[in-house]
């Protein structure tokens, strides 16, 4: 009886965890990010007033796309995971579109606006640091939210 005891305790801790994955779009409606967000919402976007647009398709595909106005292309990601790691921070794994090149940020929500709060990359690359942007030293943008 013993020795069945232990194999099936065994076997249950051998199970691969499901993971409490909830889905995306639920999510990104209970961290109220859906809509668009820019530094300054009363100007259009532009190199120096990105926007951040956070949306959810008819299929429930969840996208997160950069605007800097024109010259410049879209810059978008699919938006593969969403948790909320702490009361004001969620943690998004993304996608880059049509490249697939795969990125890990956290966001950082203090009242109306949030904070790409730290990013990087499957292979440990660092892009953002508590806020701050690697490679030029800059505290990364604070967008604002203008539409849902």
Same mark, same amino acid.
């Given at each position: ?54 949306? #959810? ?17 879209? #810059? ?26 795969? #990125?890990?940020? #956290? ?42």
């Amino acid at each position: 009886m013993i020795g069945r005891a232990a194999v099936a305790a065994l076997l249950l801790g051998a199970t691969p965890c499901v993971a409490d994955e909830s889905p995306v779009p639920g999510v990104l409606q209970q961290f109220a990010l859906s809509g668009s967000w820019a530094i300054d919402c009363a100007r259009p976007a532009s190199p120096d007033n990105e926007y951040s647009i956070y949306a #959810v398709s008819s299929t429930g595909d969840a996208i997160l796309t950069y605007a800097r106005g024109e010259p410049y292309r879209d #810059v978008t990601y699919a938006i593969r995971t969403a948790r909320l790691v702490a009361e004001q921070r969620l943690a998004l794994q993304v996608l880059r579109l049509p490249e697939k090149i795969p #990125v890990e940020l #956290v966001l950082r929500k203090d009242g109306d606006s949030i904070q790409v709060w730290s990013s990087h990359t499957p292979d440990g690359r660092m892009l953002v640091i508590d806020g701050v942007i690697i490679g030029n030293g800059a505290p990364s943008p604070r967008f604002k939210h203008c539409s849902k």
